[in-house]
């Protein structure tokens, strides 16, 4: 059984950054491909970013390319989300996931339907 809990979430003006963090327990961190999504109020569940377990490869959802960096630090059992530039737009619940099933040289999945494993999510509130 693996636990994943997100912190980080706050609420910010347009322009800031912030800094997500997944941290997991049981089960071994370093053989998952992880992921960010996100839920916006009355909006399905997307993928925000995700990365294999080696870190090699990473995906990135269009609407944060370029403002989002997804990490990870197998040793720390930890995932990160680095958010700069935050718009009103990014207003969600993220949560963090974990595909147990991931295969290590392959790039991480980004259906959410792959992912076995989800945290409680964090708040992140952008205001204009």
């Known amino acids: 059984q693996v636990q994943l809990v997100e912190s980080g979430g706050g609420v910010v003006q347009a322009g800031d950054s912030l800094r997500l963090s997944c941290t997991a327990s049981?089960?071994?961190?370093?053989?998952?491909?992880m992921g960010w999504f996100r839920q916006a109020p009355g909006k399905d569940r997307v993928i925000v970013a995700a990365?294999?377990?080696?870190?090699?490869?990473?995906h990135y959802a269009e609407a944060v390319q370029g403002r989002f960096t997804i990490s990870r630090d197998n040793a720390k059992k930890t995932m990160y989300l680095e958010m700069n530039n935050l718009k009103p737009e990014d207003t969600a619940v993220y949560y963090c996931?974990?595909?147990?099933?991931?295969?290590?040289?392959?790039?991480?999945?980004?259906?959410?339907?792959?992912?076995?494993?989800w945290g409680q999510g964090t708040q992140v509130t952008v205001s204009s």
């Open positions: 049981g089960g071994t961190f370093s053989r998952y491909s």
């Open positions: 996931a974990a595909d147990v099933r991931a295969i290590l040289s392959a790039s991480p999945r980004i259906q959410d339907y792959n992912y076995d494993y």
């Open positions: 990365i294999s377990r080696n870190s090699l490869n990473t």
